[in-house]
């Protein structure tokens, strides 16, 4: 069972910028898909950005698609979500979620295997 730890949540204004870091321990960090997710309090947890082990696959959610990158760095089994011009509808739980295989199937809430504890953003208007 892999572990993950978010970090790098906090207040920001409209606008900002903010970069999450999700750490992973156990299990084995190789041949796995890494996403991040979101959910506002009320609603269904909605999928941000994902990428395949290599970094050369990525997906993004229609709502982050040109402000939110995605990236890893293997070596440190840590993956990051660099957030640009962030919104107040941003404003969510960010949690860190991991799968062995491709990227594609981790666009899903469902089909992720372990998840982290989640970290909050708050965009202010």
């Known amino acids: 069972q892999v572990q993950l730890v978010e970090s790098g949540g906090g207040l920001v204004q409209a606008g900002g910028s903010l970069r999450l870091s999700c750490a992973a321990s156990g299990g084995t960090f190789s041949n796995s898909a890494m996403g991040w997710f979101r959910q506002a309090p009320g609603k269904e947890r909605e999928f941000v950005a994902a990428?395949?082990?290599?970094?050369?696959?990525?997906y993004y959610g229609d709502s982050v698609k040109g402000r939110f990158t995605i990236s890893r760095d293997n070596a440190k089994n840590t993956v990051y979500l660099q957030m640009n011009s962030l919104k107040p509808e941003d404003t969510a739980v960010y949690y860190c979620g991991h799968r062995y295989g491709s990227a594609y199937y981790i666009r899903r809430a469902s089909d992720v295997g372990s998840w982290g504890q989640g970290t909050q953003v708050t965009v202010s208007s």
């Open positions: 990428i395949n082990w290599s970094g050369g696959v990525r």
